[in-house]
């Protein structure tokens, strides 16, 4: 029995059918040269031989039906934990695009997690064409956040497709051969895997950790914060979601970036910003004030006490919305985010985490106030997350990975989750949206396109 | 906006993760012939175009977050339903066995409904083997009990294979000549009907509706309440199911009927008693003392003021399961239906119905008070309800209907529901239980199989 932490308590507490509080991840794979029909099932049978698991994949809240009990881990012991469970293989209807793969994802990403048993599922997905196949994992919030998680499954992955690397769930026991492949692969992944700590817990916070916050809040920095428009995307949520994802050339945007000076952050926003003003329009929902994103961000810090040693925070930015002009609106987003870091340079870490806290997380506490969404002033309509990850290409015990796109967590408020990870050559855009609240949320995939070409032109 | 009645509010109120409150329906169905690869996905497209709904399919709680909310229905209006939500397509993964199928129908009946949505959802199923399909529907408790949810099925199946009928959503409105062999369906199906209204409400009621039941309680022929044995079955439900579902010919269970001067119901209460007491074996777990079932059965009355005619109720009857010999334990089996028949015999049906609330379902609603389950006394260790079925062929838009399994709602304390289901010229037992509490349910389908050759030798 572990007392769990507070905030990882609050992702347990605030969760209810309208917001399960778990995250996940889509990863395709092309099946390797050679392999039979029965793929993807001998693969989830011998899957199912490591029945030993990790304590993160023992755990699960001491009692399940009480409150009080989810203050509590119990770690489960490896013959107690029903794998079949946890480990699970499905297969798409025909003709098994990538559209029914999404619905697939869509219906597993909305249902709760079963907290009489270790927090997470895996999902082995057969039936995809164009000789592919899927996995869908999910763990919940209070395990892990964005980050551990697209952690947890990248030590699955190897850059050598002869690697033979143990399923997440369990110990990296295997034979010395195999072994040094999987730690060079690790040393191999270092660098995003610092940088990519940027996500942060973007998902929310209880409100009783709202009053710490609120006390270091310095009032200038939050200047941007409170003068986000109401919009569509701000309402409460139902529990049904939909899920789009698609991969964009790192190239594409690489160049736009360069012809206008922009980072390839401000690039992603920007095409992000295109797409949701389209999307507003087509809805007649565009509010003549800008959207305003939350987005993490790492900064320069002079405080290297934290461990780790970098300042992860949230700044808020314009998504400049009203712009018509593309290049207009990357312009004046470009100049947004560069306030939104100035305003934090020479801080402290602490004062940084502070500051981002009070005008970003801590007003989606607010959001599960009965009435607040309804009636309460929006800080920001929607977070936007932009997560460096592998840079080369990697492979599942010779499978190749060709897409891997993260499935974030909508909540109370805040209907619609752009987050964007960086793999091979590659963004790969995930947007997970309430079901209701963001109807044809597949749409912004096109408008992502137009989006990105209009500022290619 | 109409008013819940009670009792379906009840069902709403004491919904948990732990406890889903919807009953389903599992349908196997033969490809038609000259069907091509496309059949399954067509018909779920053809399915879709039925996008005008009856009453019962657009009804949802007026407040789906708020427990008071759950008092009043609203209909939603046909374009406010999501219907591409309710009615989904899946697949199976190779080689698509029954095992693959109920596997799936075992995750499909775990999950909540949103009530945020009209409380049915609809599955088309492709991929099962030997040129076959299945369907699986949910709807909640609330909106039907196991019989109206049967005939909701029903009256998409024709005995006529060329009859083309709507799905159960949409409205009677077909042209005339569908229209005359729907109806004709229904009258052949009208005896079977009546007779179906046997299984009742069994899933449970409030703790609010006990006082009613427990005033008229009639204490001489409550006599077997109260003795049943505390056993593995009867523990505190997890969320999670496992669903079991397998035929057998209803003149293998005639014969030995007639054999030993018992009923069709004394030996399907012979068989799943066998196979319990070989589970309970199995799982080092028998009691000293006989199981006690709660069954539905159907009385004669002198007082047909009840809408009908019938008097439904329950009865609860030993299982016998200390009695090693097969042939001794259905004479003790028939002895107890027998004896608790009796002792109903010539009361009015309002008596019938309180004796049998207050034995059987009313103590049910002691197992949602915390700690009862594990220290209160159990009345009955499981539900086992004999629905007649129709006992004609039915095709559903030519495709021939093979097999009709119900999936039921175990309940707190309760982990284990056995419904049995006669279609055409077998006896369909559809087992549900929580896949926690009740570990290898599919061992049970082995163990009737042996208990009903056990009693034909």
Redesign the interface.
Known sequence: MALIAPIDASFLLME???QPMHVGGLQIFQLPDGAG??Y??DL?RRLLTYDTLRGLYRRRPSM??NILGDLWWKDERDKDV?LE?HV????????GRVRELLE?VS?LHG??L????PLWEFHLI??LEDNRFATYGKVHHALVDGIRGTQESAGQYSPDPAAELPPMWAPRDKPASARTKAESSTERRAPWRAAAELVGDVAGVAPTLMKVFTDSISKDSAAVAFTAPKTMLNVSL???RRFAAQSWPIDRIKKVAKANGATINDVVLAMCSGALRRYLVANDALPTKSLIAAVPVALPVADTSREGGNAVTMVLSRLATEIADPLERLTAIRASMLTAKESMAGRSTLQINAVGMATTIVPTGLNLIPGYVAYGRTPYNLVISNVPGPREPLYWNGARLLGWYPVSVPTEGLALNMTVLSYADNMEFGLTGC??SVPHLQHLLDYLEDSLAELEQ
Do not use: F, I, M, N
């Not at 699970?88 to 003709?95: F, G, Q």
């Open positions: 209810t059918r309208e029909p029965d993807v099932g989830y399940p039906s029903d469970y699970r293989l499905s297969a798409l209807p025909k003709p697939l219906r249902t709760l079963d907290r009489h048993r057969e039936g139902t529990g049904a079901r209701r």
